[in-house]
T-cell receptor, first 115, second 113 residues
Framework: AQSVTQPDIHITVSEGASLELRCNYS??????LFWYVQSPGQGLQLLLK??????LVQGIKGFEAEFKRSQSSFNLRKPSVHWSDAAEYFC?????????????FGKGTKLSVIP | DGGITQSPKYLFRKEGQNVTLSCEQN?????MYWYRQDPGQGLRLIYY???????QKGDIAEGYSVSREKKESFPLTVTSAQKNPTAFYLC????????????FGDGTRLSIL
């Protein structure tokens, strides 16, 4: 079955440390890929997106993600985490690759930051 | 500023009641979506609408109904047939086409009294 997997339910890092959140998908073709962030009790905010072209994409708040076709992955990274980055992060996929925007979401990774 | 407004922020329902969650957008987006979010489950699509007067079921439509009479409005009714309605509900909208991500409202938390 087609799916989006975020293997880490909860990650804790120290402020200033680097961060990598993992996302794997199981679709035949290259889908459209997104990372969203959600603060408690709030909606989702788009961090970055990948449709085609350069496999390393830059987003807001200093985040970047790398698409690796061979590994069916789209991992989110940040070189130095700030306390305000504590939130829940969702990887999402539009499997049609045609911009129909029927997104499938992973179950999320909750990030805690130690001051 | 353009955006998506969901109301109310918190909603309580008695057993056997229908309740309607409001979603209004002033982004001039054609497509609108309703998601349900449960802890540890991510977001699951309930209904979506690509144009006015047309909508399709998502993955978990049972016990829910929607209407799309105006471009800017996409209300969701949680009916008494939905046996486990306690959840966080998120509305989103988008422009159909490439490079156009979904924009989300701040959600409505529904609880059963």
């Amino acid at each position: 079955a087609q799916s989006v997997t975020q293997p880490d339910i909860h990650i804790t890092v120290s402020e200033g440390a680097s961060l990598e959140l993992r996302c794997n998908y199981s679709y035949g073709a290259t889908p459209y890929l997104f990372w969203y962030v959600q603060s408690p009790g709030q909606g989702l905010q788009l961090l970055l997106k990948y449709f085609s072209g350069d496999t390393l994409v830059q987003g807001i708040k200093g985040f970047e993600a790398e698409f690796k076709r061979s590994q069916s992955s789209f991992n989110l990274r940040k070189p130095s985490v700030h306390w305000s980055d504590a939130a829940e992060y969702f990887c999402a996929v539009d499997p049609s690759g045609a911009g129909s925007y029927q997104l499938t979401f992973g179950k999320g990774t909750k990030l805690s930051v130690i001051p | 500023d353009g955006g998506i407004t969901q109301s109310p922020k918190y909603l309580f329902r008695k057993e056997g009641q229908n309740v309607t969650l409001s979603c209004e957008q002033n982004l001039n987006h054609d497509a609108m979506y309703w998601y349900r979010q449960d802890p540890g489950q991510g977001l699951r699509l309930i209904y979506y609408s690509q144009i006015v007067n047309d909508f399709q079921k998502g993955d978990i439509a049972e016990g829910y109904s929607v209407s799309r009479e105006k471009k800017e409005s996409f209300p969701l009714t949680v009916t008494s047939a939905q046996k486990n309605p306690t959840a966080f509900y998120l509305c989103a909208s988008s422009v159909p086409g490439r490079d156009q991500p979904q924009h989300f409202g701040d959600g409505t938390r529904l609880s059963i009294l």
